[in-house]
């Protein structure tokens, strides 16, 4: 049994799956299209809320610090990636290169994981979004019906309408095809990337050099209580991180970490390349240094206009030129988030949809969903059915502590495509590699520590809810994909295998 739950498929026949007509994505997007597709799933709510909550928290002025360290660790991951969708640039990101890796089920285990991580990804940015909304709609005068408005105001019965509405209509656009997804999302990352230019250039000029001092806070900023301690090192090593010093950044940087969630969808976009092997490189390391640069901006200037002690959790951007009496600037920033949010909400629906399809054309999932359409070339049966599920999901569901979960699947994925770029460089050395991740195996090494430190940072319910989550895909698994696996029909000579490559056992 072990041999064919860890039988790979060979890469060439990856990429020769996808030249299969009734299977074929459209290839329409450049270096830029991806690039801007990075930054707009990048740039979210994290630039205008949790810059606040971990410099108060955690960190102070060093909030700075922490994005670099989040940064650094997720570009330890982006390097591995890079090499990944440049070797085998067919859609699926770590599902497809951990089909050609490390084998079948643990293939199966991070496509699993993935469509969690996108699912909850999405509803929650939608959910997000609806609320920067109906704020500006209170602001103008208008009010939603509680029942269809946020869920915590209604008494009965409650469904975001705007949350579920947003995800239906950014699936019809990913069904009508990738180059205008791409077009829209360079309009709307435009805006907000104008946005966090305006906060960074205006509030330059409202920097009181005192409010830096110290920089790094040597005492608890916060109240008694309000830590950020992770259960689950208490639990494992019995000792818990400092809230506050040097550790306190560390701490703080696993916080920001979801700031940076998002640059991995870029992979899932390689079939749907023109020059995979010269532009996802550039797309997933290029979107990854300039959103990195704006975090680190944003906090040196929000945590230099008003002391850190004083910073409003919930919008401080926002809050921060209120106090230093420019109110006019919270109003221009909701607005940036809310158009902001558009593009992380597709973009993650785009790469879950990408992860379905590709697990189905392997016949893991029913091959129903693997056909694409005539007209589009877009998979628009995954995209359909999981942009209505994902809109219910947003709709009725509340999802502040399943938030984490996305964290989790993310760090997860990163260790595991580190791990398979090490075992394909020693079983297959011979393959063609247009980006070479440097420094094998150090950097894949580090890039699996810095995950897993970040991983244990999580609180202990996250782990449990993971797990279960898992134990369900292992399920489904042995149920279903295992015996509807396309590997294992070629091995029982059921199908057989286009010219060019198969399984190895």
Known sequence: MSSTLFRTKKVEQSILDT????????????????????????????????????AKNNAGPATALAFVAAGVACALAALCYAEFASTVPVAGSAYTFSYASLGELPAWIIGWD??????????????????????????AGWSMPAALGSREGADVFGFDILAA?????????????????????????????????????????????????????????????????????QLMFGWAPSNFGVM???????????????????????????????????????????????????????????????????????????????????GFISFGAAVGLTTVCMILLLGQTRVFFAMSRDGLLPRFFSHVHPRFKTPHRPTILLGVIIAILAGFTPLTELAALVNIGTLFAFVVVAIGVIILRKSRPDLPRSFRTPWVPVIPILSVCASLWLMINLPAETWVRFGIWMAAGFLVYFLYGRTHSRLALREAGEEQPRAGGGGTP
């Open 19 to 54: 030249e299969e007509p009734e299977h074929a994505l459209k290839k329409s997007l450049s270096a830029l299209d991806l690039t801007v597709f990075g930054v707009g799933v990048i740039i979210g709510t994290g630039i205008f809320v949790l810059t606040g909550t971990v």
């Open 114 to 139: 993935l469509v969690l991580e996108f699912a909850l990804g999405t509803a929650v940015v939608a959910v997000g979004w609806s609320g920067y909304i109906q704020s500006l709609m209170d602001n």
């Open 165 to 233: 509405a947003l995800v239906l209509v950014l699936t019809g656009i990913l069904v009508i095809g990738m180059k205008l997804s791409a077009r829209i999302t360079s309009v709307v990352v435009a805006i907000k990337v104008t946005v966090v230019l305006v906060v960074i250039v205006a509030g330059a000029f409202l920097i009181k050099g005192d409010n830096y001092d110290p920089f790094i806070p040597k005492e608890q900023p916060v109240e008694a209580g309000a830590s950020l301690d992770s259960p689950l090192i």
């Open 248 to 330: 306190g950044i560390f701490t703080a940087a696993s916080v920001v970490f979801f700031a940076f969630i998002g640059f991995d969808v870029v992979a899932t976009a390689a079939e749907e390349t023109k020059n995979p092997q010269r532009d996802m490189p550039r797309g997933i390391l290029g979107s990854l240094v300039i959103c990195t640069t704006l975090y680190v901006l944003v906090s040196i200037v929000v945590t230099g206009m008003q002391h850190y002690s004083e910073l409003s959790v919930d919008a401080p951007l926002a809050d921060a030129f209120k106090a230093t009496g420019h109110p006019w600037y919270a």
